[in-house]
């Protein structure tokens, strides 16, 4: 269902921008996906904007922290549900990964967050749902519809993911690509993770979000001041996509599924 109230444990549950210039990326989504913007205090002199759509919470944003490494770039971080911020943590540990930000709680009782590292170095976020479960509307234009782990060490990371959300993974032929691996919960796919398909770059999580046509959202997206890291392209039973980079430097996917 695109309407969501409660994740379960290890599916993700939202993605934030990190913007070196918010501003720009503030007019970049508002006008590529429709986005209505909240602002809401986020601690002394720093904004986080909630993005909303039908009403329903998609997606958050806010200015680099202040302290951020020099030279960091814009990018989306992605969340995964937990339970329980302060046993994930733990378990992160345990299973190789690094804490970099330990578990704290956010404003108004919206929930626990926690970021690590994954393994083969790979940062992701955890969130443990208060008053705010997440993006409360996915798999609709505009919104969420999938996240994908790119590694230079799947197996390795599974493992790491396994043990901290308790996912199982399914890995199977991509047609004339790498294998693809599926991060299962409750029978269901809802991440995906493969190989890094570019010798040198860092390990990530990609955001997917789905718009009604790719090639027409890729034309937009360019009008708007973004750039085309790889043009639209159709993938053999799962749909149409491309990747772009918006104006302040963070990438991103677009996607049409095949039932769109």
């Known amino acids: 269902m695109p309407e969501v109230d409660r994740y379960k444990q290890g599916t993700p549950c ?51 922290m202040p302290d951020a490494p020099e030279g960091m770039p814009s990018y989306w971080a992605n969340y995964l549900a937990v339970d329980s ?54 798999n609709e234009p505009g919104t969420m519809i999938w996240n994908e782990l790119q590694t230079n060490d799947v197996p390795k990371a599974l493992a790491f993911y396994e043990a901290v959300t308790g996912c199982t993974s399914k890995t199977r032929p991509a047609g004339g690509r790498v294998d693809y691996t599926d991060l299962v919960v409750d029978g269901r796919a809802v991440a995906g993770a493969l190989k890094l398909p570019i010798e040198g770059l860092s390990p990530f999580w990609m955001t997917y979000f789905s718009v009604v046509d790719v090639d027409q959202t890729v034309g937009y ?11 639209a392209f159709d993938v053999p039973g799962v749909g149409r996509m491309g990747v772009l980079m918006d104006p302040a430097g963070a990438a991103f996917s677009i996607m049409t599924g095949l039932s769109a």
């Open 221 to 231: 997206a360019v009008e708007l001041g973004g750039h085309v890291i790889v043009p």
């Open 85 to 138: 911020a302060d046993d994930a943590a733990e378990r992160a540990v345990a299973a190789g990964g690094t804490l970099l930000f330990p578990p704290d709680s956010v404003p108004n009782g919206g929930g626990q967050i926690f970021f690590a590292s994954d393994p083969t170095g790979a940062q992701i976020g955890f969130w443990e749902a208060g008053s705010h479960p997440g993006s409360g509307l996915v």
């Open 14 to 64: 939202w993605v934030d921008l990190s913007s070196t210039d918010i501003e720009v990326s503030k007019r970049f989504y508002s006008d590529l996906f429709g986005w209505e913007l909240d602002a809401m205090d986020a601690g002394p002199g720093m904004t986080y904007y909630m993005a909303r759509l039908k009403g329903r919470f998609v997606a958050g944003m806010m200015q680099q």
